[in-house]
């Protein structure tokens, strides 16, 4: 039985199948990571899964109250690992590293989410996260396909992924309109063979004119210096891999731009 209503404001579609609940823990690998962090526990159902996780550290941030105080009464061996905050908002460098992050995260931010796990790639090592389907594809889709873009080059350039499991909106509730998965994130890699800004630069540059062939996209770009004698500028963004993008970035640098 649910408390109390759920607010539209926090995205709150709480996740209340036990069953479910385990086998997302039991993707959670606490292998080389120092700290935990569940992002929107709710009302506990996954978070008791956690609990018997070893790690040294575990954290609990959580930006409702309701849901902090029926937290502290239901699962009151959390009571002081509990953190009433934003988790856009918190230091990630504040707990102790590497993390894992874990979570039935809020549909309206999860874009926001991977991209503080992206800038916070040095101390992630990894993240199991529930999404929306559609998202969650986004994040796994390779090259070639219609739905990669610029957030599945990032999180793939640092991390391994794979999608876990796809959930029916029957698992929350409110039950949401969409179907959902869970998404597992690794990470594969400390630094890119390559200057990692501009790499994100050129990424972000060419998806954000997606129809267009590189060597169109980069037009926004300083390239008064290149010579444009390379197939890979005849190629559209959606086509290039992460290790084209890596060779691009090394092209494109190495001409000083």
Same mark, same amino acid.
């Given at each position: 039985?649910?408390?109390?209503?759920?607010?539209?404001?926090f995205?709150q579609?709480?996740?209340n199948?036990? @069953? /479910?609940? $385990?086998?997302? +823990?039991?993707?959670?690998?606490p292998? !080389?990571?120092k700290?935990? =962090?569940?992002?929107g526990?709710?009302?506990?159902f996954?978070?008791?899964k956690l609990?018997?996780?070893?790690?040294?550290?575990?954290?609990?941030?959580?930006?409702?109250?309701?849901?902090?105080?029926y937290?502290?009464?239901?699962i009151?061996?959390?009571?002081?690992?509990?953190?009433n905050?934003?988790?856009?908002?918190? @230091? /990630?460098k $504040?707990f102790? +590293?590497?993390l894992?992050?874990?979570g !039935?995260f809020?549909?309206? =931010?999860?874009?926001q989410?991977?991209?503080?796990?992206y800038?916070?790639?040095?101390?992630?090592?990894s993240?199991?996260?529930?999404?929306?389907?559609?998202?969650?594809?986004?994040?796994?889709?390779?090259?070639?396909s219609?739905?990669?873009g610029?957030?599945?080059?990032l999180?793939?350039a640092?991390?391994?992924?794979?999608?876990?499991?796809?959930?029916?909106?029957?698992s929350?509730?409110?039950s949401?309109?969409v179907?959902?998965a869970?998404?597992k994130i690794?990470?594969?890699?400390e630094?890119?063979?390559?200057?990692?800004?501009l790499?994100?630069?050129?990424?972000?540059?060419?998806?954000?004119?997606?129809?267009?062939?590189?060597?169109?996209s980069?037009?926004?770009?300083?390239?008064?210096?290149?010579?444009f004698d390379s197939?890979?500028?005849?190629?559209?963004?959606?086509?290039?891999?992460v290790?084209?993008?890596?060779?691009?970035?090394n092209?494109?640098n190495n001409?000083n731009?």
């Amino acid at each position: 039985m649910i408390p109390f209503k759920p607010k539209k404001k926090f995205g709150q579609n709480f996740l209340n199948d036990e @069953n /479910l609940c $385990s086998k997302i +823990a039991s993707y959670v690998n606490p292998t !080389n990571c120092k700290s935990l =962090i569940e992002v929107g526990p709710g009302l506990g159902f996954l978070t008791k899964k956690l609990l018997d996780i070893n790690i040294d550290e575990k954290n609990f941030i959580e930006i409702d109250k309701d849901c902090i105080d029926y937290l502290q009464k239901s699962i009151p061996e959390i009571s002081t690992s509990i953190i009433n905050d934003d988790f856009l908002k918190i @230091n /990630l460098k $504040s707990f102790k +590293a590497p993390l894992i992050i874990v979570g !039935n995260f809020p549909y309206n =931010i999860s874009n926001q989410i991977l991209f503080k796990i992206y800038e916070n790639r040095s101390i992630v090592q990894s993240m199991v996260g529930m999404f929306q389907f559609e998202v969650a594809e986004r994040i796994c889709s390779k090259a070639g396909s219609k739905k990669y873009g610029i957030l599945s080059v990032l999180i793939q350039a640092y991390f391994d992924v794979e999608m876990k499991i796809k959930i029916k909106p029957k698992s929350f509730y409110p039950s949401p309109k969409v179907d959902s998965a869970v998404i597992k994130i690794v990470k594969n890699c400390e630094r890119l063979d390559c200057d990692e800004g501009l790499f994100k630069k050129i990424v972000k540059t060419t998806f954000n004119l997606r129809r267009k062939k590189i060597r169109n996209s980069l037009k926004t770009l300083n390239y008064s210096k290149i010579k444009f004698d390379s197939p890979i500028f005849d190629k559209r963004p959606e086509e290039l891999g992460v290790l084209d993008f890596i060779n691009l970035t090394n092209l494109l640098n190495n001409e000083n731009i």
